[in-house]
């Protein structure tokens, strides 16, 4: 196989040190690649103002792979007063990062896996019939749609005229809010494309066909969120039935699905979701196998694919003299970045060192040991960022 190239974007806050954790251990798995570091995040937004430089853009278009820490976001205000004095004033607008990187690149398919390590202390608990404890085995694949839905942007506080007025044709508009002033609505559009939509659930059932799952849950809200909830349900049930029959289809409603996944995990296998319903979802599932830092994900478009832990830059965590933050959720990204690019060995080979680690539970982070964040963890026997790394390395 050919060297490979991967642009690795550590960004704000722990995002550097869960990104060296993770290349590290993939160079102790005979993983071989050469990576250029590339710049995102908060301190060129605040520099430059431009949290993307168009140079990431371009070795992204270059290399195809990206592994990425985590970024700092603000909202618009504390956003532009953090702004380098020279850049003040020039009616700059913060924007994510991510997100852009997803719209800019077509990252559409968003993937989060959550499957329960045995003997990790953060497992999900529930009581039985009988007042026993179970700890249901979760083995969950969250396929979020990435780039549409309410996360597209197009929004508007006190819309434009022809928008309003377009607005006002909507019988249900009319009915709610055509006596509102047109200055004090806002309004965040809701919008699926066919093609999209095909990709995500596409993906949702071919991964279940090739991995084994049984079924496919669609959670959304079609009975409510006609539309669009209600065309991704409706294109759901044609592509189960003409090329998916093996697979069952659910429809879920995310309300009714963030009480059942406390209930009864272990039934679900893949589901698939538009934008914020997959976001919400994929956070609850998490929370069942270890919170933060156990949860991975991929951003796959057609050319290129990016590959990032679901937490953020912790900022308090960011400047320990030593770091205590959890790589795994890291770790695990890159293990999906192995297996896109055809490295399945290795990846299961990282994959199973770091289920052993948990099982033996020598080695734990603070976040395992129920602990509160402090730079006191250490001495209070929590493995560092980089003892777990390393802890993983020795299992390998
Ligand atoms: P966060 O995910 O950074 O941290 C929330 C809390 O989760 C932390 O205080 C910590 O207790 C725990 N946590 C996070 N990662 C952990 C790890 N690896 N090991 C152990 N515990 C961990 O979310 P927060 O505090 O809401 O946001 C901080 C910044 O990160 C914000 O600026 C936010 O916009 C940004 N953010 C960026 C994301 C990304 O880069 N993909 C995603 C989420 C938030
Ligand atoms: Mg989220």
Redesign the pocket.
Known sequence: MTKKTIVAMP?DG?GSV?LEAAIKVLKAAGFEADYEFADIGWEFWKKEGNPLPDRTIELLKKHKIGLFG?????PKDAAAAELAPELQGKGLVYASP?VGMRQLFDLDICIRPCKTYLGNPLNFIRRGAAGNIEEPFVDVVIFRQNTECLYSGVEWSNPPEQVYEAFKTHKAFLKNFGNVPKDEISISARIFTKKYTGRILRAAFEHARHNGYKSVTVCEKPNVIRETSGMMYKMAQDMQRNEYPEIALWNTNIDAQMMWLTKNPEDYGVIVAGNMFGDIVSDGFAGLIGG??FACSANLGEEIAVF??????????ADYPVSI??PI?MIASACMMLHHIGEKAKAERIEKAIAEIISEGLVK?Y?MLKMT?SPDVIKNGAASTMQMADAIIAKL
């Open positions: 960004g722990i869960v985590a970024i700092t976001s603000k991510i933060l830092g990032e832990p679901t937490h953020g830059s912790a900022p308090k965590y933050v959890n959720a982070t976040d964040g």
